[in-house]
């Protein structure tokens, strides 16, 4: 067997690949389009939308999407507050700060993080996390999002901290020479020049960070509860969308019938905000990418 002929062996296998990943896209969204699609037609979209009830398993039946939106809001704005400051500042302090051996037995470690199953997490957030916190917040019921989403930001840490390191580490080292050289410190250099050149990586890994808080299931389904309602209230029980899907999927509701297809509408809104923030980040990579010479 030639060169040529392997190279094109390996070329076609490099294309099957690729063309297997489109394929299982395609599967997927046909899926949830059409199932989705017989959905609205027994159910109005503009109330599935405006709606501020979902009790689609309840004797009075309500579509509205709003309460279990607001919930995975919620839990997503909770977990990106803890891990964007942690894991910038881990971040920055790898690459300007920390010697090069620690930052090679310390990075691997935070990765460890994103390799723990996040049934774990769940329980750790129920079982130790809540009563914590139940001891400085009266009332706070035992399924709530706080918990839930602290949690979540501690697993998605190495998501932002692992990819904003390769952002920082990507900076020419002339850039930073550059500004030592005219008086700037190290924290000067750190936070005026480094991170601004760094932007489009660093927003990137927040949206990606972003995009898997919202797409997490077990932390939300074990610790925040189970019970759709329209609030911004983190100490209360609330039900995210994939909390939801799972509630139903696990359940005794008949398949094909009205109930069972609110997973996919569910799941359809829940890909679109997904899909909706992968575009936003690709985006904002190309508007802040910098080209150094």
Known sequence: MNKKIREKIIEYILALCALITVLTTISILYVLISEAFIFFTEVSIIDFFTDTQWTPLFAEKHFGILPLLTGTLLTAAIAIAVAMPIGLTIAIYLNEYAHKNFKYVIKPLLEILAAVPTVVYGFFALTVVTPFLQQYF???????????????????????????????????????????????????????????????????????????????????????????????????????????????SLGDVAHNSLEYRTIFAAGITLFAFTFLLNNLSFWFNKKFHRKYV
């Open 138 to 248: 009266t009332g706070m019921a035992g399924f709530n999002s706080l918990s839930a989403g602290f949690v979540m930001g501690i697993m998605i840490i190495p998501y932002i901290s692992s990819l904003s390191d390769d952002a920082i580490t990507a900076v020419p080292s002339h850039i930073r020479e550059g500004s030592l050289a005219l008086g700037a410190n190290r924290i000067q250099t750190a936070f005026r020049v480094v991170i601004p050149s760094a932007a489009s990586g660093i927003i990137v890994s927040i949206m990606l960070a972003i995009s898997r808080a919202i797409g997490e299931t077990m932390i939300v389904a074990i610790a925040a509860g189970q019970q759709p309602r329209l609030t911004l209230n983190p100490l209360v029980p609330i039900e995210t969308i994939t909390t939801y899907i799972v509630q139903v």
